[in-house]
């Protein structure tokens, strides 16, 4: 079993930054992708952001070219760098891993963004 602890939320105002940051009980995250997903009340889940095991990373439409997935193995930490955030950011952001024969999830971190 693996815990996931995110940390880093917080109030900011717009065009502000905060670093999220995910930490695992067990070094899973150089064997397994990560991912990072957010959601706001009454929407859905949605994926935020996501690193492979080779260090590649893909990002949703939505945040391109304003966060930054990373990963430090030897610290067993995913981080989201956040930068230039907007109010529609507002959000519980969780880290994600997959895995059989239940997905690792942390029990989130809430980043409120004010206008």
């Known amino acids: 079993q693996v815990q996931l602890v995110e940390s880093g939320g917080g109030l900011v105002q717009a065009g502000g930054s905060l670093r999220l940051s995910c930490a695992a009980s067990k070094s899973i995250f150089s064997v397994k992708p990560v991912n990072w997903y957010r959601q706001a009340p009454g929407k859905q889940r949605e994926l935020v952001a996501a690193?492979?095991?080779?260090?590649?990373?893909n990002y949703a439409d939505s945040v391109k070219g304003r966060f930054t997935i990373a990963r430090d193995n030897a610290k067993k930490t995913v981080y989201l760098q956040m930068n230039s955030l907007k109010p529609e950011d507002t959000a519980v952001y969780y880290c994600?891993?997959?895995?059989?024969?239940?997905?690792?999830w942390g029990q989130g971190t809430q980043v409120t963004v004010s206008s």
């Open positions: 994600n891993v997959p895995a059989l024969p239940r997905d690792y």
């Open positions: 690193i492979t095991t080779g260090g590649s990373t």
